[in-house]
């Protein structure tokens, strides 16, 4: 699941238009099903980061963290 340019767009589209004028039932659902998929795609990204880090030991081997 990867957020896109245009998903990431119309997540900054509907926050301007919240604080401009408001938004619909539709738009604010829309504005949470579309937040929570950003959510969970940088949660699963950052988790990889995170598995990806290793400490270098001064004896010379690697530990995974």
Do not use: C, H, W
């Amino acid at each position: 699941m990867v957020v896109s340019d245009e998903i990431l767009a119309r997540i900054n589209e509907l926050a301007k238009k919240a604080k401009t004028e408001g938004l619909t039932e539709e738009e604010k659902l829309e504005r949470e099903q579309l937040r929570q998929e950003y959510l969970q795609n940088f949660r699963k990204k950052f988790r990889s980061q995170l598995e990806q880090i290793q400490i270098l030991e001064p004896d010379g081997s690697v530990t995974p963290v």
